[in-house]
């Protein structure tokens, strides 16, 4: 079966009226206001990883998975994307007084001894999993259609979320008696 000339003639005109509307609606005064705030957010973005305060961080991280969970979850697919990255995120953040712990986190690295559950020297543990886990999320979602501002705050939140993973390596480091590299 050949294609149809005149359906794909009428996806070019539609293509062709997207991208016209999407360059006027650029140039709206109520886009400057719009960049201007993901500007602001970008900014207190850099500022919480800048903190090196892992809790700071995973909390900021939360509150944008919330707030997109309830103002931008438009199909159940996303919504339940966001709900998946809030519970890794919850269980994230409580290994976090474990890790904190010596004593405790030496039950977690027995209980994540096999190799597979190992990156490098340390535990894959449910922190580890998150990191890897909401950095592809982030990374799938820069190959999205977004405004360069979109992508310079999903930027920020992948290197928040990598500055935690560093920090978090060094608490596990820390907890197991291995040398800080």
């Known amino acids: 079966m050949k294609p149809r000339p005149e359906l794909i003639a009428s996806v070019v005109d ?19 206001v719009v960049l201007s705030a993901q500007g602001a957010l970008r900014q ?13 961080i995973l909390d900021a991280e939360r509150q944008i998975l919330e707030n997109e969970r309830e103002h931008f979850a438009n199909s ?28 405790a986190y030496k039950a ?7 190799p597979r559950n190992r990156v490098g020297q340390l535990p894959r543990d449910q922190a580890r999993q998150f990191f ?37 390596g060094g608490l596990q480091r820390k907890a197991l008696g291995i040398a800080i590299q």
């Open 44 to 56: 207190r973005l850099f500022e919480v990883g800048d903190s090196g305060d892992i809790d700071t």
């Open 14 to 32: 539609a293509l062709l009226e997207e991208r016209t509307a999407t360059f006027e609606v650029r140039n709206q005064a109520a886009t400057q």
């Open 132 to 168: 890897a886990s909401q950095n592809s999320r982030l990374v799938n979602l820069d190959k999205s259609r977004l405004s360069e501002a979109e992508k310079r705050v999903l930027k920020s939140r992948k290197e928040n979320i990598a500055t935690a993973r560093k920090l978090y």
């Open 76 to 103: 159940p697919v996303m919504a339940t994307s966001l709900e998946n990255a809030l519970v890794e995120l919850r269980a994230a953040v409580d290994m976090l007084p474990l890790v904190r712990d010596a004593e």
């Open 108 to 114: 977690v690295d027995h209980n994540f001894s096999l």
